[in-house]
């Protein structure tokens, strides 16, 4: 079974970073895809970005230009680093991986941008 821990969230303020991280457990993490999704109060989930087995990125119109999804394999872990934030950014995120769905998804980790 696969395990995702999310961490890194925190508290910033408007035009700050952060690096979120997301440690994967229990299968072999290089065979998987894995993606950033987030969630504001009263919203509805949304893609952040993803990262397939061979390294390919896709990022939501949101964060291209900000934020750079990447994995290392041999840490099993999962980054986002988010660069220029701005108080839209404020929600949970998630990290989520599977082999041809998202089947498993992390806990999450806030992130609060103040203006």
């Known amino acids: 079974q696969v395990h995702l821990v999310e961490s890194g969230g925190g508290l910033v303020q408007a035009g700050g970073s952060l690096r979120l991280s997301c440690t994967f457990s229990g299968r072999t993490f290089s065979g998987y895809s894995m993606a950033w999704f987030r969630q504001a109060p009263g919203k509805e989930r949304e893609f952040v970005a993803n990262?397939?087995?061979?390294?390919?990125?896709d990022y939501a119109d949101s964060a291209k230009g900000r934020f750079t999804i990447s994995r290392d394999n041999a840490k099993n872990t999962l980054y986002l680093q988010m660069n220029s934030l701005n108080p839209e950014d404020t929600a949970g995120y998630y990290c989520?991986?599977?082999?041809?769905?998202?089947?498993?998804w992390g806990q999450g980790t806030q992130v609060t941008v103040s203006s």
């Open positions: 989520a991986g599977g082999l041809s769905k998202y089947d498993y």
């Open positions: 990262i397939g087995r061979t390294g390919r990125v």
